[in-house]
């Protein structure tokens, strides 16, 4: 079997046939354990099921749940049957999943009972009160949601008008392996596999159609430059909605024939739990969790020493907590990578086996069939090496667009198919890139303009300091000055003079913090990114509420 030329449910029967009882997935807080054999005859049963109910090649199904054993099993019964899924964040609230439910088109929706502080069922008969009188699950109408058909509820217990899992699992008993093997036959590399919601923190999220071959070639590369094998037992404590989590944390683990350790949320003793016992080998998570974890009273409790190679990505990643993770962590062949959504996620990253200097301080090299340039931002003009501009990717795992968004979309991706990031990089000498910022983060002072992370990276040499967050906050005279917010680490005090006067004379004056917020957490989304748009809120409210007079110098 060729892999990169084969579907993601071909190569998942090949891989159950060639290994069978070896375990694939794990929930080892609960106990489950399910080998590539079982998995994929649980794949079958359900997309059996989806056929059986009548959707066809391009229909587009919902799943709205935390990492729940059965999620991939959604995911790959989908793949099969060549219908797409849409991933959907599972912390969305009502307004948010009228938007998704609509914007997508979705004709099934597969939900749990609830999550954290969101009751799911009472949303979705807010959302579709016409649940309450249907006589027959899968002949829904609803005014609101003419596409939406059924919903079928993962959760135990049964409600008025919505097929429970197991129900909805016997209505394709009667479904032939031969008519499945008909509608498999047709899925092929260039589909839609998957269709991925943005974070939305400007605008409302588009809606991201991404490929088999750019899902299943960014999987297999990123996979190689983590050193796995079939041997690696991967721990993945990220959300599965997030495109970082379902490729590299369970595709990936399934085209090399690996094992998973799935956790249901993040909890950094859960996780600590997990590595030990499962003796886990690589890790994938956004800066934040490894500081979580490294930072946890409870840290030294745990042994990991099974730990090889791990990447770190989804935010900025500062060089001194991939150097902690390296040194306290034993993951030896940690690394900063850098990838979007829109691109399958990773586009470049180092290989767990590169020089340390590199894997810290920067995003590697780009993965095969993969082309980055960097762009003036004001002249869409090459940079020169050394030379910072915005970060332009062309290549394998490129969405295919916004699903009916295409002015968005030709804005995204030029004439020229290179898709604008709104990153800012360089490239240097070795070959390898650095990212400098994100060009909507740019502070401008008096028309200079300020790269929070390169403050940001200032302000982690402060001793005491265990994670920082830089942004623009508003003002009269200048446009915007400096915020930073700073969390400490455990028992270190400091005040907002001696953040001042640690940075004077050793950066530009205007660089200097002109307010300090220290905080115990920052505002993240669901994957654990931070959002800098609240913490400009947050901030400039709080110098609103400090005074009413104009702001001077």
């Known amino acids: 079997m060729e892999i990169l030329e084969s579907t993601l449910g071909t190569i998942l029967r090949e891989k159950a046939r060639e290994l069978g009882d070896k375990e694939f997935i794990i929930y080892s807080n609960q106990n489950i354990r399910i080998t590539y054999a079982e998995f994929d005859k649980k794949v079958d049963a359900l997309a059996k099921s989806l056929l ?19 999620w991939a099993i959604v995911f790959f019964a989908a793949a099969r049957a ?114 991925m919601y943005t974070s939305g923190s400007t605008g409302q999220p588009k809606g991201v159609m991404l490929t088999f071959r750019g899902y299943l070639s960014n999987s297999w590369y990123s996979a190689q430059r983590l050193l796995m094998d079939e041997n690696s037992v991967m721990c993945n404590p990220l959300p599965l909605f997030h495109v970082m989590s379902l490729f590299h944390g369970l595709v990936g683990v399934l085209m090399c024939g690996a094992k998973v350790a799935n956790l249901e949320w993040f909890d950094p003793v859960m996780l600590m739990a997990v590595i030990q016992k499962e003796k886990c080998t690589v890790m994938l998570g956004v800066p934040t969790m490894y500081i979580a974890i490294m930072s946890h009273p409870l840290f030294n409790m745990f042994d990991f020493s099974s730990m090889k190679t791990g990447g770190m990505a989804g935010a900025f990643c500062p060089p001194e907590v991939i150097k902690q993770a390296i040194e306290k962590m034993h993951v030896t062949g940690l690394f900063a990578g850098y990838g979007l959504t829109e691109c399958s996620t990773f586009v470049c990253v180092s290989s767990g086996d590169d020089p340390e200097d590199q894997r810290i301080n920067t995003i590697g090299k780009p993965l095969p069939g993969i082309e980055i340039t960097i762009r003036n931002v004001e002249t869409n003009e090459e940079c020169p090496g050394g030379t910072q501009g915005e970060i332009c990717v062309r290549g394998n795992g490129l969405m295919k667009g916004y699903y009916k968004m295409e002015e968005a979309t030709k804005k995204t991706i030029d004439e020229q198919g290179w898709l604008h990031t709104g990153d800012l990089g360089e490239k240097l000498d070795s070959g390898c890139f650095i990212i400098t910022g994100r060009s909507k983060d740019i502070i401008i002072w008096g028309g200079e303009n300020i790269y929070p992370k390169e403050v940001e990276d200032f302000i982690y040499s402060i001793p005491g300091v265990k994670d920082v967050q830089v942004v623009g906050i508003t003002n009269q005279k200048y446009g915007e000055v400096v915020g930073a917010f700073i969390s400490l680490k455990d028992g270190v005090t400091m005040t907002e003079k001696d953040v001042k006067d640690f940075c004077q004379g050793k950066i530009t004056h205007y660089k200097i913090p002109r307010y300090v917020f220290f905080v115990d957490s920052f505002p993240l989304t669901s994957s654990g990114k931070i959002q800098k748009y609240k913490l400009r809120e947050i901030g400039n409210q709080k110098v609103k509420e400090q005074t009413q007079t104009p702001q001077h110098e």
Not at 58 to 67: K, Q, R, T, V
Not at 125 to 130: K, V
Not at 173 to 181: G, I, N, P
């Open 52 to 70: 059986a109910m009548g959707l066809k090649k391009g229909d587009h199904i919902g799943l709205w749940a935390n990492n729940i054993p059965e």
């Open 82 to 195: 060549g219908v797409v899924l849409v991933t959907i964040n599972p912390n969305y609230k009502a307004y948010e999943m009228e938007y998704v439910v609509r914007q997508a088109d979705l004709k099934a929706l597969f939900i749990v009972d609830k999550y954290r502080d969101s009751d799911y069922l009472e949303i979705i008969y807010q959302l579709i009160p016409e649940l309450n009188t249907a006589d027959v699950e899968g002949e829904l109408f609803s005014r609101n949601f003419p596409s939406l058909k059924m919903v079928i509820n993962i959760s135990t217990g049964k409600q008025r008008g919505i097929f429970t899992y197991g129900e909805f699992l016997r209505l394709g008993s009667m479904f032939s392996d031969e008519r499945l093997h008909e509608a498999e036959a047709q899925v092929t590399l260039d589909d839609t596999l998957a269709m």
